[in-house]
Structure formats: structure tokens, C-alpha cells
């Protein structure tokens, strides 16, 4: 069993910048991929950025490149996402989720590949 919390969250003005944090516990999480998703409401929940067990793989939604930066410390069994340049349309809840695969070599972008979930983090960008 793995348990994730994010943090992080808040209310900012359209151009500011968050960064979310997500603590895991329960396994060994450097052998893990991990990744972050957003669910708006009424909307179903979408892939934002994820990273390679290794450290060494990362893709990102297309709405976020350039934006947002996910990054993990092993040494601290927690993953993060800058988010810089907000934008209304980024306001949602956030998830942070761990691959249940040990030391997948490819990135998954898919809800379905991840086998543990946050609580999620509310996100909130005013214009």
C-alpha cells in the first residue's frame, strides 16, 4: 500500500505561481514513476506532467509545456509541480499518482496505469 498527500494549493491571480508538493509513504518510491493530473468540475480527470522512476524521463500535457515542471527527491519521498504563468483554464483539483509498476521504462499518461491516488489539491487562478 502506498499513501500520497499533496499540498500546496491555493488561490492566485492569473500569471502567479504555485508549486504542489505530494509526500508518499508505504513502499520504496524511488522504483516508481510517478505523475500529476487535474480534474476541473464537470470535466474528467487529465493528464498533466509525469516522471520516469529514474528521474531521467518527463512528459507534459500540451497546455502546460513550458509552464510547469515536475521534479521528485527520492531523498525526501516527495514529487513536485511548478506551476509558473497560470492561467484560468488551470484551475481544478490536482492528483498526484504513483505508477504501480516497479521501474517502468516508459512515462504513463494514463489514469489507468497508475495504482495509487492523493486526495487531490484545489487550484484556483483568478483573472
Known amino acids: 500500500q502506498v499513501q500520497l498527500v499533496e499540498s500546496g494549493g491555493g488561490w492566485v491571480q492569473a500569471g502567479g505561481s504555485l508549486r504542489l508538493s505530494c509526500a508518499a509513504s508505504?513502499?520504496?518510491?524511488?522504483?516508481?514513476?510517478m505523475g500529476w493530473f487535474r480534474q476541473a468540475p464537470g470535466k474528467e480527470r487529465a493528464f498533466v506532467a509525469a516522471i520516469s522512476w529514474s528521474g531521467a524521463g518527463t512528459v507534459y500535457a500540451e497546455s502546460v509545456k513550458g509552464r510547469f515542471t515536475i521534479s521528485r527527491d527520492n531523498a525526501k519521498n516527495t514529487v513536485y509541480l511548478q506551476m509558473n504563468s497560470l492561467k484560468p483554464e488551470d484551475t481544478a483539483v490536482y492528483y498526484c499518482?504513483?505508477?504501480?509498476?516497479?521501474?517502468?521504462?516508459?512515462?504513463?499518461?494514463?489514469?489507468?496505469?497508475?495504482?495509487?491516488w492523493g486526495q487531490g489539491t484545489q487550484v484556483t487562478v483568478s483573472s
Open positions: 508505504g513502499r520504496t518510491f524511488s522504483s516508481y514513476g
Open positions: 499518482a504513483a505508477d504501480g509498476v516497479v521501474r517502468r521504462t516508459r512515462v504513463v499518461i494514463t489514469t489507468n496505469g497508475y495504482d495509487y
